[in-house]
């Protein structure tokens, strides 16, 4: 099995990780959490505690309902196992989150995919034009990312960081270990000691939910027999916290209707009633990648560590530590994968778009799929043609529905939500039973209706 040596300093005393030095691999396993969609993360992640906040309702929301609500068997898949717009370039980790060690490309057959309806998928549920399941695998034929003159995926070659027990990441140096030091209160030798630690799969998975929930995830992973304390609610708080308003907007232009179910005694949310548009809202928070969430939290005061991880991603000079501007774009504003947008997006995520792909065969020979012409060959008896990657929430075989740009969710359809985010489809007697649970009379109950749109949703 992979693993990373990763050496840290401990305090003796007080059992736990001072700091951390490592070259490009670990650090590039930390930077890559931002490219991870939160559905993602629940998956790989949810048998860990605690759970991250009401995700993991919204996760298990998707696995529950009935494949028949979404538009497409492929829609279900893409919100349980969201695909990261920097997958390809992920695959060159030393630890690879997903658990994947390629990303697979489907058709339906050689002979459809190079000379009929030239059509992929990522998804093995898709269909095809000709009717047929896209369930032939196609691996992508790539270069190796990982050159020896540039080091990791994001962090160039030879560069030492020093990684804080809060996930802070500052080049290594004397005058660094010992800020750090002095922070602690640490100022005697005698009580410091270094280990090594090897870092496995299991260990960074831990990181990743532990740097979502945990002060101190260093110590808490590394240090098993001395799990740090979690964070209160205080540590999410932001500036200037205020009740969200209840009452319905005027503006009601390109928002989304919502019947919330009020008790009128404690002035509280019990459960909405909503459309398919709402839910597309919510289940497109899973597609989501962990970067753009943590850019929206930016203006808060909260004291997880993922968001020391983004500061420092932000403060390390890319021109000295990282290997290009546009690496440190990806992971402080990270986009959607392709396909995962759709027409009624109100959160402002920015879609990746494919490359374009050339699917050369030979007749009685292999097949070969590809996106940079140079890994060709000049063979002369190879056949190449473009191919295009087909909408995957797209409902119809010939790929051309014109209702391709809409989300997960046929429709139309109502659904009652609960408060934290427990989706299933609209039943008097589910509602009755939340009511139930929360013990609020039914004559407290008064229906109140509002317009969802972007300055609700940010």
Not at 30 to 43: D, E, H, Q, V, Y
Not at 57 to 74: A, C, D, I
Not at 339 to 362: A, C, I, M, Q, R
Request: glycine letters at 6%.
């Amino acid at each position: 099995m992979d693993s990373i040596t990763l050496k840290a300093l401990v305090d003796k005393t007080n059992n736990r990780v001072i700091y951390a030095e490592s070259n490009e691999d670990f650090v590039d396993i930390l930077f890559s959490f931002f490219t991870i969609p939160m559905g993602k993360i629940i998956r790989l992640t949810r048998n860990r505690s605690p759970a991250v906040g009401c995700m993991n309702n919204l996760y298990e929301s998707v696995q529950n309902l009935e494949v028949r609500r979404f538009r497409t068997e492929t829609c279900r898949s893409m919100l349980l196992n969201p695909r990261s717009a920097a997958a390809a370039e992920c695959e060159n980790l030393k630890l690879k989150l997903d658990g994947y060690d390629r990303l697979w490309y489907f058709g339906c057959s050689v002979s459809c995919t190079s000379s009929n309806h030239k059509l992929l998928s990522h998804y093995p549920e898709a269909i095809c034009a000709c009717g047929r399941r896209m369930d032939s695998s196609i691996g992508l034929a790539t270069k190796n990312d990982l050159d020896a003159a540039g080091g990791g995926l994001f962090v160039k070659r030879l560069a030492r960081l020093i990684i804080s027990d809060k996930l802070q990441i500052v080049p290594s140096s004397t005058a660094a270990s010992f800020s750090i030091l002095s922070k602690l209160g640490i100022m005697d030798g005698s009580l410091i000691e270094e280990r090594s630690f090897n870092i496995r799969l299991d260990e960074a998975l831990k990181l990743l939910k532990c740097s979502l929930v945990s002060k101190t995830p260093l110590t808490e992973v590394l240090l098993q027999n001395n799990p740090a304390p979690k964070p209160s609610e205080e540590d999410f708080e932001q500036e200037s916290p205020k009740r969200p308003k209840l009452e319905a907007t005027s503006n009601r232009d390109g928002k989304i209707v919502v019947k919330l179910m009020i008790s009128k005694s404690k002035q509280v949310v019990c459960y909405a009633e909503a459309g398919e548009d709402f839910v597309d809202l919510l289940f497109s928070f899973l597609c989501i990648p962990l970067g753009f969430i943590v850019k929206q939290m930016q203006d808060s005061n909260s004291k997880v560590c993922i968001n020391h991880l983004y500061d420092s991603v932000q403060s390390l000079d890319a021109e000295q530590y990282l290997k290009s501007q546009e690496k440190k774009a990806m992971l402080l504003s990270p986009k959607l994968a392709p396909g995962f947008s759709y027409e009624n997006e109100l959160l402002g995520v920015e879609e990746d778009t494919h490359p374009t792909y050339y699917y050369s065969t030979k007749k009685g020979g292999d097949a070969k799929l590809v996106s940079d012409k140079t890994l060709l060959s000049s063979d002369s008896s190879r056949s190449v043609l473009g191919v295009t990657v087909m909408d995957p929430k797209s409902r119809y075989s010939n790929n051309k529905d014109k209702k391709s740009g809409q989300g997960f969710l046929g429709g139309p359809a109502l659904f009652t939500v609960t408060d934290d985010l427990i989706i299933a489809a609209i039943s008097s007697i589910s509602g009755l039973s939340v009511l139930s649970k929360l013990k609020v009379p039914f004559g407290d109950i008064e229906e109140r209706t509002v317009h969802v749109g972007k300055n609700e949703v940010s």
